[in-house]
């Protein structure tokens, strides 16, 4: 066995783990405010990207500019569907909201592709190229800054979320939206103020995934793989998100190097399986007592 | 208006079409679907092929989903399983089609009882997160296991063929087609004029206390979970009949998208629906295709542009239905219908 | 063995006189986490009566009947019914034995009719299979045919519903859906019917039918009831037997006139014993 082989992946593991975490959070946020998997979440990180690289190499604007644009625009554009197909689907069952953000995700895929077209591109180089060793072992520049932005954003998040106090009302509203309305809290304004944030930080997401694979517009797929992150986490757990996501990015690069590509998807869904047999509700996620 | 609709018995009143009207036009359109292959060209019945195909699945998802309340978005992958199974038997085999089709359906109904069987721990979304874990693992089944499905090439079949005659052209398949989708439309409709549809719909409002009624929840689950795959086997069966090559990219997720946009256009929980529904979507791409012809000698680049609008399309009509007709086109359908029941009285 | 021999023996529409035990709990404790919502509850039921379980709310008779229904299980003590214990029961199986129940919350199914709402009743009752459904012919055909004559002609012409049969469930006023719910449970074939705050929310019209109906089904059905209920007078009118429970323990059972007068069940419910000064404070407007 090659162990420098071996850590080296394992490093590219834990990068692209912290950026499914980071993609996790954001998923997680959603469904404890709203009740609601929002599955076009691969296709916001998608859009993302895209404003990104219609910014920075469309417009040639700087790259901060770039970046902050893309994350400022996206989070627009969360805050316009919530208003336009979430709120009018206020009280509606899950599902129902469910296949709603299904039925988003297709048509953020088919603007993409009229805006700039079908086929992947590549984003412009802006993290720092020196390769990075850890003792010996080799890991890709770009997924070392990547990790390192994700771990940041997610501890700015978690000290945010524990300490301000809107974290409360978006847990009253997870509970009970009738009674979070009736007892003062604006439940419209908590869901556009998830539904913005959670987009940035997608798009924030978006911008390094496509930095480091590039981008096309199919690329929502990497969706499915955070729905795996936060369905073995648990869907109401912060820290599930976390450490699922490594653990997922971890499963799926050591699947990929020792298996090869194809297995990537199949490592991840199959411990999806596992983790839905063993623990239902994940392996943080709480289990609701059911009522007559 | 509707009037003189006596029934002097209760199994007249419980009958599928309870008025002579109603049975009229039903005769009317089984008459014309038998006529149909004489009027129309080639595409024509090419066209009328992919949209029965794509009733029978719809029909099935509709069972699964909007009569149970299990969302599902592995329709596409358990139709995978439906026309590799056709595919393999009639190349390795060669047995008749109906038992092909048959095989098929049993096939992935096992196959969905495996994918359901979370359903007695899981509900909701977990349910249809572990549907999206099916149709990944089967869409690597079929492209991996290349000594038996020929990998990412896929396979070519023979046409079917009865008494020697081959069932080549759109034409010719739709004998096929057809009938089988008619049974399996009255079989849907049957369903839920028993005891196990009624068990469905009371699983889909309310599970808990369905229990309580002595309906025992697993097993209901996993009845519809079959059923459902059943339809979806056949329907691929059919399809590999149909296109005669079968690769893993046939099935893909999108293609459960579809039909799920299919039963929400069309309305969930109506065996009505999930034909207008299937008949709809089918037709969008086609529309959109003829709007293009219109267009591009004004604008070249429409071409490029048809297939993201399509899918946009698609995601679009889910959202506007959810939205603003829950119910779906059935629901519109019969309101016009009951305008014309009580004209000349308004309600 | 003796579970045969019990449902072979029918009851008899004009029996009056409280044989042997339909239903037994024994000493039956159930706990959420810490909170105990029933501490060793022990009644029994006779066949043939009419048995209430009265106390304040919270006192944990929905609980009870949870646990008897078979939707939570108890941590510790039984079920019997039929005299056969009904711990490793699951639901479906309790309903099929013949033990129906209504909800305080009304549990109808709102995308379904009235009709379909009472057949659903008889699902564990009946033999078609998913073959014989699809096909709609044979068995299903009459099977349906069958239950769609009793339906209309036991239960519905009962219930005086008929006019509502096949409206949407949904589109029905409160007292509407409980007389369903109690269709719907006769259609089960009950043995036993447990009926959950049968008349809470109704005006005193609907209240008075509802009485009739309950006493209609113990008399001419011979369907023993064990219900739970707020109203006092309904509950000391119809009542053969009355348990009283409160923290989710028995307090007191007997006669309705008994249980009515006994201190403690007056403390349960004002929640002090002195009733005298009571009145007097309510009288001086504090």
Known sequence: MDWLFFSEIGLAGLGSGGLYALTGLALVLIYKATRVVNMAIGEILMLGAYVFMGFSAGLALPIWASIILAILVTGLVGGVVERAIIRPMLGESAISIFMITIGLGSVLIGVVEIIWGANPQRLIEFMPKDPIFILDAYLSPKVGYAFLIAAIVVGLFLIIFRTWRGGVALRATAGDQAAAYSMGINVPKVFSSVWVLTSMIAAGAGILVGSIGGISPDMGVYGLSVLVVVIVGGLDSLLGALIAGILVGLIETYAGAYLGGEFKMLATFMLLVVVLVIRPYGLFGTHEIERL | ?347 | MQMSQVSEQEVSPTLHTEGREILGVQGLSLAFGGVKALSHVSFSVKEGSITSVIGPNGAGKTSLFNSISGFYTPNEGTVKFLGQTMNNVPAPDRAELGMARTFQNIALFKGMTVLDNIKLGRHAHMKTNPLDALLYFGRARREEAELRKEVEEKIIDFLEIDHIRNQSVAALSYGLQKRVELARALAMKPKILLLDEPVAGMNREETEDMARFILDVKEEWGVTVLMVEHDMGLVMDLSDHVVCINFGQVITEGLPHEVQSHPDVISAYLGSGDVAALRKKFKEGK
């Open chain 2, 1 to 347: 208006m509707r009037i003189g609709t006596v029934k002097e018995s209760y199994i007249a009143d419980a009958a599928l079409f309870d008025t002579k009207v109603q049975r009229g036009w039903m005769f009317a359109l089984l008459a014309g679907l038998l006529l149909l292959p004489f009027f129309t060209g080639q595409y024509a019945s090419y066209l009328v092929c992919l949209v029965l195909i794509n009733i029978v699945s719809t029909a099935g998802l509709n069972i699964l989903t909007g009569f149970t309340g299990l969302v599902s978005l592995g329709q596409a992958a358990f139709m995978g399983v439906g026309a590799y199974t056709v595919a393999l038997m009639e190349i390795k085999l060669g047995t008749p089609f109906l038992l092909n089709l048959l095989v098929a359906g049993g096939l992935a109904a096992v196959i969905g009882i495996v994918v359901g069987l979370p359903s007695l721990r899981v509900k909701g979304l977990y349910l249809a997160i572990a549907t999206i874990a099916a149709s990944v693992i089967l869409h690597f089944v079929f492209a991996n296991w290349t000594s038996v499905t020929g990998g990412v090439s896929g396979l070519s079949m023979p046409p079917a063929s009865l008494f020697g005659f081959e069932f080549i052209q759109p034409d010719q398949v739709y004998w096929i087609i057809m009938p089988i989708t008619v049974i399996m439309l009255f079989g849907a409709a049957n369903l839920f004029r028993t005891r196990i549809g009624r068990a469905f719909i009371a699983i889909r409002d309310r599970d808990i206390s369905a229990e309580v009624l002595g309906i025992r929840l697993l097993r209901y689950k996993l009845l519809s979970f079959a059923i459902s795959s059943f339809y979806a086997g056949v329907a691929g069966g059919l399809w590999a009949y149909f296109f005669r090559v079968v690769t893993p990219e046939s099935f893909p997720l999108t293609m459960s998208i579809f039909f799920l946009a299919a039963i929400i256009v069309g309305g969930m929980g109506s065996i009505l629906g999930s034909v207008l529904g299937a008949v709809f979507m089918t037709m969008v791409p086609e529309v959109l295709k003829m709007m293009v012809g219109v267009l591009s000698p004004i604008w070249p680049d429409a071409v490029a542009v048809m297939s993201p609008v399509r899918i946009i399309v698609f995601g679009g009509l889910i959202i506007i239905f959810l939205i603003f007709e829950p119910d779906g086109l059935a629901e519109i359908w019969r309101n016009i219908r009951r305008f014309f029941h009580l004209w000349p009285f308004k309600t």
